[in-house]
């Protein structure tokens, strides 16, 4: 008998084409631009063509911002990218902490060679906060400048500025001795600046300090939080749109009037005033202005209707912006438990032309006071054209909703389209 033949084997099938590889090497750019630096640097796994394929690119981004320090893996991350990638970097952002302390200065030497246009750097903890290198002020082709909690350096000799700078935010920067100086010479050298967030800085002197001296041709937004008082002073802002002031307990120190007038011409304002006024204040906040705010067309206060003088502020602002559309007061009033002003009625010294553009008015954190009450009245019988008005309760009220809501019923309207909206409920 004749043996019986073997089967044939199967082949081995083909190894699967490599679809990526044969997309245009701009797409693929393209692809890999759009991951995240840790992913794109995986793609080195692939295949012996992806080994460096990431290395190539034109540009990267390095954003580190979700890594928070329990680690030095991300400091070994950007070492060792900035040691592989040639190529231009246009961001870099990353969360400062004890690991990376020592390499910081480093990094932004390496970026300042790379062209970078966004730096964001933030610490972790205070008391890890990171002095800088001057190498920073290096980095001219920046357009966005972020620092969290840092040292500010000495500008080096021959500091050239930042020519396409349009945003800089600085919080809780630290400023070397006559740091307001500083901070004057960087703006003066950022013509192209147009956002300017400056946030609880302060100088490491306890001496006498020279105004913090705030200008810039190009700036449309500006923001000022400070729980110390520097003798702020705005000057040469002809762009600017937008502002958001927060001094603090130290709204009523110095010209406070003077200070806002400098932001007459905006068309936005954010305001808080919600602080109570220390013993030698005299009883003064703002009660006149020496400017009139005709641009303004949206005003948000944090205020309260506590004391006489944040009335009064309050009253003095909206009948110094006769252009007034929108109104929006937050009702600050956990640090004032018991103390209540007089309901006394203030329209005695309201013009008809007293919110006589006013559109739309929210009012947050309403408790119901006499003195509240008072302010909703009069702004409803003033306001000749108003739409809406939106009520909101706060956590604590002096009378029942249903007494409030009786009694907002009998208010006199200015406006026959006036609608005023309550939400009882507690947020």
């Known amino acids: 008998?004749?043996?019986?033949?073997?089967?044939?084997?199967?082949?081995?099938?083909?190894?699967?084409?490599?679809?990526?590889?044969?997309?245009?090497p701009p797409l693929l750019d393209a692809i890999l631009a759009r991951l995240d630096i840790r992913d794109a640097v995986r793609t080195s796994a692939l295949s012996r063509d992806w080994r460096?394929?990431?290395?190539?690119?034109?540009?990267?981004?390095?954003?580190?911002?979700?890594?928070?320090?329990?680690?030095?893996?991300?400091?070994?991350?950007?070492?060792?990218?900035l040691a592989r990638y040639p190529g231009h970097i246009s961001s870099?952002?990353?969360?400062?902490?004890?690991?990376?302390?020592?390499?910081?200065?480093?990094?932004?030497?390496?970026?300042?060679?790379?062209?970078?246009?966004?730096?964001?750097?933030?610490?972790?903890?205070?008391?890890?906060?990171?002095?800088?290198?001057?190498?920073?002020?290096?980095?001219?082709?920046?357009?966005?400048?972020?620092?969290?909690?840092?040292?500010m350096p000495h500008l080096p000799a021959g500091f050239t500025g930042f020519?396409?700078?349009?945003?800089?935010?600085?919080?809780?920067?630290?400023?070397?001795?006559?740091?307001?100086?500083?901070?004057?010479?960087?703006?003066?050298?950022?013509?192209?600046?147009?956002?300017?967030?400056?946030?609880?800085?302060y100088i490491r002197d306890d001496g006498p300090q020279n105004e913090w001296v705030i200008g810039g041709p190009t700036i449309r937004k500006l923001t000022i939080n400070s729980d110390k008082f520097y003798g702020w002073r705005i000057t040469d802002l002809p762009r600017l749109d937008e502002a958001t002031i927060d001094l603090g307990k130290y709204v009523s120190s110095g010209d406070f009037q003077g200070f806002i007038a400098g932001f007459a011409q905006v068309r936005k304002l954010i305001l808080h005033t919600c602080y109570p006024l220390p013993p030698l204040a005299n009883g003064h906040l703002m009660e006149t202005l020496p400017c009139t705010f005709y641009n303004l067309k949206s005003?948000?206060?944090?205020?309260?209707?506590?004391?006489?003088?944040?009335?009064?502020?309050?009253?003095?602002?909206?009948?110094?912006?006769?252009?007034?559309?929108?109104?929006?007061?937050?009702i600050e009033r956990t640090f004032l438990d018991g103390i209540e002003a007089n309901a006394e009625n203030h329209n005695t010294q309201c013009t008809d032309a007293f919110c006589s553009n006013l559109q739309v008015v929210k009012i947050k954190g309403i408790g119901w006071l006499p003195s509240e009450m008072c302010f909703i009245e009069l702004v409803l019988s003033k306001a000749i054209v108003l739409r809406t008005m939106y009520l909101r309760l706060g956590y604590e009220s002096s009378k029942s909703n249903e007494d409030a809501l009786c009694e907002l019923m009998t208010y006199r309207r200015g406006s026959p389209h006036a609608q005023v909206f309550f939400n009882g409920e507690i947020e």
């Not at 081995?12 to 590889?21: F, G, I, K, S, T």
């Open 1 to 24: 008998m004749a043996p019986a033949r073997q089967r044939a084997r199967p082949s081995e099938p083909p190894p699967a084409a490599d679809l990526l590889a044969s997309l245009p």
């Open 163 to 201: 020519p396409v700078l349009e945003e800089l935010k600085l919080y809780a920067a630290q400023f070397p001795e006559n740091g307001e100086s500083l901070l004057e010479e960087i703006l003066a050298a950022s013509p192209s600046l147009n956002t300017l967030n400056l946030s609880y800085l």
């Open 299 to 330: 005003l948000i206060l944090w205020t309260h209707f506590c004391e006489r003088p944040a009335i009064l502020a309050t009253l003095c602002l909206l009948m110094n912006a006769p252009n007034l559309e929108e109104l929006e007061i937050t």
């Open 92 to 151: 870099f952002s990353f969360h400062c902490d004890k690991y990376s302390a020592a390499r910081v200065a480093d990094w932004l030497l390496a970026l300042s060679t790379r062209g970078v246009s966004s730096i964001n750097l933030q610490c972790s903890y205070y008391y890890y906060s990171i002095t800088l290198h001057s190498s920073l002020f290096l980095c001219t082709q920046l357009v966005h400048l972020e620092l969290n909690g840092c040292l």
């Open 52 to 81: 460096r394929r990431w290395e190539a690119l034109p540009c990267i981004s390095l954003s580190f911002l979700d890594k928070r320090g329990n680690t030095p893996t991300s400091s070994v991350a950007v070492d060792s990218v």
